[in-house]
């Protein structure tokens, strides 16, 4: 592909962009099967298979969990600037990926089998150190697997491309196992003794060996089929003797970029969002709309539909109006239509929850907008990659993994905020923990959506109002791809003009 317009919009000298084939896509994106598998069991799964069926503390098995996210947090800065620059003949990606693969397998499957008998202080220390290193080793894969995106096209387009296709499989991956969990291997392992199968450990270790296996797979399978890639992805920068001082003084240098601030910032308030939205949403179903837990296993298996559509729109959105405008936009019609079907509510529009009309209104509602929140999020991971010029014309460094692990840090600092806000909302409502939805009164259920609907309109309206400080352009983006040309062309004749 070419391109020959500048940030101006007056034309420049033919650019030529790279675009990766179909083979290229798939393996890239089926990567994030891993993390979608990982992230799916940690937010799902975790919390009750060591509080209700190992049986230890709620509160040990949340400090473990938190503990684990933010010690995995402040590794990703440095893993992402190790991987910059790390020289070897596989490249600067390729080494983590494959030196993850079998750990993180094993790790997991030994995370879903804790040893029996154990006091609640062993199992504690168990999780918390296998939490910290299933977490760290995913992170070894995950940050230089997604840093390859802006590695493997240099296209404005394709990078959008190439992030659908990781959107979809992450997505589709995760959510797979949820519903296999509850379709398949719960009411397998249910028995005279155990009659819920959710409540029975074999189907927990049977879960993480399957879940292992798929881990495995994933990791090996998209390093293996981006392999070939190796010898045209960008080199790692010459050898030289760095210092702590020198180290974080570059990331610094590196993120000191007003569009990454945009993205940095706004991301803090769509982590908080995500998290108030991801602890609510059952709340919701359960009490606000009474639903049965079939009606919200539908509605979640929507998520298929939604991965679909969300990795459909994004590349037509990019090629159409551009990423920012197109995320702005898109992020506007999904944000506003979140809450819509409580506000419904609220206004007496919709129907009592007799009626089924509300539940596919919901199940619809619900599916599409999920659909317009992850091409929200293509588009901005996209946005992320199309950094990674800009940076390098102001320090002389490649820097995509610096990138894309300050955007994993953000998520997993701040991302605990939304469930404190959750709490929030549940306190001011009144809704008792454990209350019998046949018990809670209208009144309660009123001010629970009263309160929510405000709360997370003004965190996604604030975090596209700061993505709005975004600069960088369709036109901006090919402008710094001829002034790298250009660099490049005068380090070639020696630095003459």
């Given at each position: 592909?070419?391109?020959?317009?500048?940030?101006?919009?007056?034309?420049?000298?033919?650019?030529?962009?790279?675009?990766?084939?179909?083979?290229?896509?798939v393996s890239y994106g089926f990567g994030a099967v891993a993390f979608g598998v990982k992230d799916n069991g940690f937010s799902y799964f975790l919390l009750i298979f060591y509080s209700q069926v190992i049986g230890l503390d709620a509160r040990l098995v949340g400090l473990a969990l938190t503990i684990s996210l933010l010690v995995d947090a402040f590794f990703d800065p440095i893993l992402g600037y190790w991987s910059d620059n790390l020289r070897?003949?596989?490249?600067?990606?390729?080494?983590?990926m494959y030196a993850a693969a079998v750990p993180i397998a094993?790790?997991?499957?030994l995370l879903w089998s804790p040893p029996q008998g154990w006091e609640d202080f062993h199992l504690f220390l168990y999780l918390l150190g296998l939490?910290?290193?299933?977490?760290?080793?995913?992170?070894?894969?995950?940050?230089?697997?997604?840093?390859?995106?802006?590695?493997?096209?240099?296209?404005?387009?394709?990078?959008?491309?190439?992030?659908?296709?990781?959107?979809?499989?992450?997505?589709?991956?995760g959510n797979a196992m949820s519903v296999f969990n509850f379709i398949v291997l719960f009411p397998l392992f249910a028995t005279a003794a155990i009659p819920n199968g959710q409540f029975n450990p074999e189907a927990?270790?049977?879960?993480?060996?399957?879940?292992?296996?798929?881990?495995?797979?994933?990791?090996?399978?998209?390093?293996?089929?981006?392999?070939?890639?190796?010898?045209?992805?960008?080199?790692a920068p010459p050898k030289r003797r760095l210092s702590p001082l020198i180290v974080f003084k570059e990331i610094f240098e590196t993120l000191s970029n007003r569009s990454f601030l945009a993205l940095f910032i706004s991301a803090i308030f769509g982590s908080v969002?995500?998290?108030?939205?991801?602890?609510?949403?059952?709340?919701?179903?359960?009490?606000?709309?009474d639903f049965s837990t079939q009606q919200s296993g539908l509605i979640t298996s929507g998520v298929f539909v939604s991965a679909i559509l969300g990795a459909v729109l994004a590349p037509i959105v990019s090629r159409t109006i551009g990423k920012?405008?197109?995320?702005?936009?898109?992020?506007?019609?999904?944000?506003?239509?979140s809450p819509m079907p409580i506000v419904l509510r609220l206004m007496g529009v919709l129907p009592d929850n007799s009626s089924p009309l509300v539940f596919w209104f919901v199940f619809f509602t619900t599916m599409i907008d999920v659909g317009l929140i992850i091409c929200f999020q293509i588009l901005a991971a996209s946005m992320m990659a199309d950094l990674v010029e800009q940076a390098e014309i102001k320090t002389g460094r490649r820097s995509e993994g610096i990138f894309f692990a300050a955007s994993a840090f953000i998520r997993k600092v701040v991302g605990g905020l939304g469930l404190t806000a959750a709490t929030f909302v549940l306190t001011v409502a009144g809704l008792q923990a454990g209350a019998d939805p046949s018990q809670v009164s209208d009144e309660t259920l009123f001010r629970l959506g009263l309160f929510y609907v405000p709360v997370i309109l003004a965190l996604w309206m604030t975090m596209l109002a700061v993505m709005m400080t975004y600069t960088i352009t369709r036109d901006g983006h090919e402008a710094n791809l001829r002034t790298l040309a250009e660099m490049k062309g005068k380090e070639g004749d020696g630095g003459d003009d």
């Open positions: 592909m070419s391109v020959d317009s500048t940030a101006g919009g007056a034309p420049g000298p033919r650019i030529e962009t790279t675009k990766p084939s179909l083979w290229t896509k070897s003949k596989w490249g600067r990606r390729h080494p983590f094993a790790t997991y499957f939490s910290i290193v299933v977490r760290m080793l995913i992170s070894v894969y995950e940050i230089p697997s997604t840093a390859l995106a802006p590695e493997l096209t240099d296209d404005y387009d394709e990078r959008s491309s190439l992030q659908a296709y990781r959107s979809y499989f992450g997505w589709t991956g927990y270790r049977t879960y993480g060996m399957i879940a292992s296996g798929l881990l495995l797979f994933s990791v090996l399978a998209s390093s293996i089929g981006t392999h070939s890639r190796i010898m045209h992805l960008k080199p969002a995500g998290g108030l939205s991801a602890a609510l949403a059952f709340y919701f179903y359960t009490y606000f709309w920012k405008k197109g995320a702005i936009i898109i992020g506007l019609i999904a944000f506003l239509g």
